[in-house]
């Protein structure tokens, strides 16, 4: 595992580089399914064999969120969710049942959006969209639209 561009993304955020800092950002970075609870990045550096505890990881997690590294999502019915802060504002989906989140941007919707504000004597900001269903059958991750392009490994 490469460990420049987690070191230089800590620095950038203004966070002193630590062994659990960069461990934890590098998962965040690499993961194929890039919403992850804390202890879904737990169990991945568990999985690597990373000895770092759980508080630890929340304590983390928290401090990127206020150095604007990391969203904290609060879906319903679940944990808090985190992803890379990428900027790019998509919105959510989430499965009921097993909790999988996917995500999309639609440009309709938000020209929508922006339309309703208008009308309503608003400029707007952000928006926060999150739909809740279930996941159907084989679909599974291919058919998610990405808006990510994956970060550079
Ligand atoms: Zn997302």
Do not use: W
């Amino acid at each position: 595992m490469k460990k420049t561009t987690a070191n230089s993304d800590l620095k950038k955020a203004g966070l002193k580089v630590t062994l659990p800092r960069i461990s934890i950002l590098e998962i965040l970075e690499e993961a194929e399914q890039h919403h992850m609870s804390a202890e879904d990045v737990y169990k991945t550096l568990l999985a690597n064999g990373n000895e770092v505890g759980l508080a630890t990881v929340y304590r983390v997690l928290t401090q990127f969120e206020a150095a604007g590294l990391v969203t904290r999502h609060h879906f319903d019915g679940g944990q808090a969710i985190f992803e890379l802060d990428t900027g790019d504002n998509h919105d959510h989906i989430v499965c009921l049942k097993t909790g999988k989140v996917a995500e999309f941007k639609d440009e309709i919707i938000e020209k929508r959006l922006e339309e309703i504000a208008t009308e309503l004597g608003y400029s707007l900001s952000d928006h926060k969209i999150v739909l809740y269903g279930e996941v159907i059958g084989s679909q599974k991750d291919k058919r998610r639209l990405k808006v990510h392009s994956t970060t550079a490994s």
